[in-house]
């Protein structure tokens, strides 16, 4: 597991395991076989990973690196890796550095040169997306919203013309609360999908319009508990933006040839538009007063 066997001053490698998101089903022989090989694994929380360990009866030393002490304790595994050793980075669930510690560790080591590999799997962000049947091609992930109200709702707002497939990670204790701001701020129309204890027993989609969602998790006598993934279709893109854009270039097209001849206009619309100086041409003759 070594990153580069025929070099003489070899340094460790840090591997990124993901591990499961609820169902222990899903941690890959790979990741058992990582965590199994290395000297060390830093933890988000050595008690809760130290139960998957046991369960994979994997005996290992653990660290604790979590975002009140990351800075510290990366130093710590920086000099393990750099005198030789593997060492494995793991968080409570699913992918490390997704809305999880891990990325002062990765950063620092990237610049000290040292081999980063990643160990893939469960990442609840993807496990939503995949079974949610919103557009996939294009998607925004914004991790947790803000706690606040205000603050979230300013989030919100910023988001609100956003094409992309918009994608949170949220509480239990929120989850209403946020749906009722995405119907205010998006509209009681946009389509909100919900994925809920994704890979657990009482895994769930809510979907429809925001303004209707929250009736089917108040419905559900367990529907606010758990874990959630928010996902919210991108806005709508506006078909007359394109129109609206040629109205313009011809408006500008038209007081401009009343005051210039035709072909400095054509230059300069192109140059302001990016569109042909021979279309514009055209265009601009078109538009010139008799
Ligand atoms: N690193 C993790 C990952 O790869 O998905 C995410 C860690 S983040 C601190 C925890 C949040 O992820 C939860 O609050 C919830 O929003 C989401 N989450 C994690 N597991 C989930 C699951 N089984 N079902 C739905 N959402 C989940």
Do not use: W
């Given at each position: 597991?070594?990153?580069?066997?025929?070099s003489?001053?070899r340094?460790?490698?840090l591997y990124?395991v993901?591990?499961p998101?609820?169902?222990?089903?899903?941690l890959?022989p790979?990741?058992?076989s990582?965590?199994?090989?290395?000297?060390?694994?830093a933890?988000?929380?050595?008690r809760h990973?130290?139960?998957?360990?046991?369960?994979?009866?994997?005996?290992k030393?653990?660290?604790a690196l979590?975002?009140h002490?990351?800075?510290?304790?990366?130093?710590?595994v920086?000099?393990?890796l750099e005198?030789g050793?593997d060492?494995?980075?793991?968080?409570?669930?699913g992918?490390?550095?997704?809305s999880d510690p891990?990325?002062?560790?990765v950063r620092?080591?990237?610049?000290?040169?040292?081999?980063?590999?990643p160990?893939?799997?469960p990442?609840?962000?993807v496990?939503?997306?995949?079974a949610?049947?919103?557009p996939?091609d294009r998607?925004?992930?914004?991790?947790?919203l803000?706690?606040?109200?205000?603050a979230?709702r300013?989030a919100?707002?910023?988001?609100?013309?956003?094409?992309?497939?918009?994608?949170?990670y949220e509480?239990p204790?929120?989850?209403?609360?946020?749906?009722?701001?995405?119907?205010?701020?998006?509209?009681?129309?946009?389509?909100?999908?919900?994925?809920?204890?994704?890979?657990?027993t009482f895994e769930?989609f809510?979907?429809?319009p925001?303004g209707d969602?929250s009736?089917?998790?108040e419905?559900?006598p367990?529907?606010?508990?758990?874990?959630?993934?928010?996902?919210?279709?991108?806005?709508?893109?506006?078909p007359?933006?394109?129109?609206?854009?040629?109205?313009?270039?011809?408006?500008?097209?038209q007081?401009?040839?009343?005051?210039?001849?035709?072909?400095?206009?054509?230059?300069?619309v192109?140059?302001?538009?990016?569109?042909?100086?021979?279309e514009?041409?055209?265009?601009?003759?078109?538009?010139?007063?008799?």
């Open positions: 597991m070594k990153s580069d066997p025929s003489p001053e340094s460790g490698t990124i993901a591990t998101i609820g169902n222990l089903e899903d890959s790979r990741a058992s990582t965590l199994a090989g290395v000297s060390l694994i933890a988000e929380d050595t990973s130290g139960r998957l360990l046991q369960f994979l009866g994997i005996q030393p653990m660290l979590h975002d002490n990351e800075r510290n304790r990366a130093a710590q920086l000099d393990r005198a050793e060492v494995a980075l793991v968080s409570d669930a992918t490390p550095l997704i891990g990325y002062v560790l620092e080591a990237r610049e000290r040169g040292l081999r980063v590999s160990i893939p799997g990442c609840a962000m496990a939503a997306l995949s949610a049947g919103l996939t998607f925004l992930f914004a991790g947790f803000p706690a606040k109200r205000g979230r300013s919100l707002e910023e988001l609100v013309t956003e094409t992309a497939t918009l994608v949170f509480s204790h929120r989850i209403l609360e946020t749906v009722a701001q995405i119907s205010e701020v998006m509209g009681s129309g946009r389509e909100v999908v919900l994925g809920r204890e994704l890979t657990k769930t809510y979907a429809g925001a969602v009736n089917s998790i419905a559900d367990n529907g606010a508990r758990g874990e959630f993934v928010v996902m919210i279709h991108g806005a709508k893109r506006n007359e933006q394109g129109d609206a854009e040629a109205v313009d270039t011809d408006r500008l097209l007081l401009l040839v009343a005051e210039l001849p035709v072909k400095k206009v054509a230059k300069i192109a140059e302001l538009t990016g569109r042909s100086k021979n514009l041409y055209q265009r601009a003759l078109e538009l010139k007063p008799e």
